[in-house]
T-cell receptor
Framework: DAKTTQPNSMESNEEEPVHLPCNHS???????IHWYRQLPSQGPEYVIH???SNVNNRMASLAIAEDRKSSTLILHRATLRDAAVYYC??????????????FGKGTLLTVNP | EAGVAQSPRYKIIEKRQSVAFWCNPI?????LYWYQQILGQGPKLLIQ????????DSQLPKDRFSAERLKGVDSTLKIQPAKLEDSAVYLC?????????????FGEGSRLTVL
């Protein structure tokens, strides 16, 4: 799996937007960009994923650079419940028979009240 | 729908003892994963099953770890004998083989402390 680079930690204030960056300069054309987050004492949970176009869902938005070498996860209004480790992961789509995620260390997001 | 169930949530053992963790995936999910997460690190894949066959076990320490998935549903991960460095959270996850987002659904994990 291609590697990603994320800051070790970031801080935000409650109710403000948060932009979590991820660099993936060696991304291949078939790599999907996935984001998961892990709240304290819980297993990771899916946040969002995309291939080329920007994506929105109820949890977040994903902005993908035109050259796909970087992406940004956007939380539009951070809440205290968004404090978690956020993982940016590249996953190759091999035709649907093998899904595997290789996690890095992620970004620890602290949300201040 | 019910999520991925794991047990026990916590286990404390002495080194050289054995331990087993159980996982029940989401109904209909053919793919099951076991991850090991050491404190301060991201989860590391130990083994991946598709139905009851092993797809990837390249990072499973086979001299002490074993896993099985009988009838393609529940799975058990065993450690025998345990070492101090096995202290970690063991996460089970499941996913659909085809279609959807390929999203992995994780359980809450089983925290192992080896003394």
């Amino acid at each position: 799996d291609a590697k990603t680079t994320q800051p070790n930690s970031m801080e935000s204030n409650e109710e403000e937007p948060v932009h979590l960056p991820c660099n993936h300069s060696t991304i291949s054309g078939t790599d999907y960009i996935h984001w998961y987050r892990q709240l304290p004492s819980q297993g990771p949970e899916y946040v969002i994923h995309g291939l080329t176009s920007n994506v929105n869902n109820r949890m977040a938005s994903l902005a993908i650079a035109e050259d796909r070498k970087s992406s940004t996860l956007i939380l539009h209004r951070a809440t205290l419940r968004d404090a978690a480790v956020y993982y940016c992961i590249l996953r190759d789509f091999d035709g649907g028979s093998n899904y595997k995620l290789t996690f890095g260390k992620g970004t620890l997001l602290t949300v201040n009240p | 729908e019910a999520g991925v169930a794991q047990s026990p949530r916590y286990k404390i053992i002495e080194k050289r003892q054995s331990v087993a963790f159980w996982c029940n995936p989401i109904s209909g999910h053919a793919t099951l994963y076991w991850y090991q997460q050491i404190l301060g690190q991201g989860p590391k894949l130990l083994i991946q099953f598709q139905n009851n066959g092993v797809v990837d076990d390249s990072q499973l320490p086979k001299d002490r770890f074993s896993a099985e998935r009988l009838k393609g549903v529940d799975s058990t991960l065993k450690i025998q004998p345990a070492k101090l460095e096995d202290s970690a959270v063991y996460l089970c996850a499941s996913s659909l083989v085809r279609g959807g987002t390929g999203e992995l659904f994780f359980g809450e994990g089983s925290r192992l402390t080896v003394l």
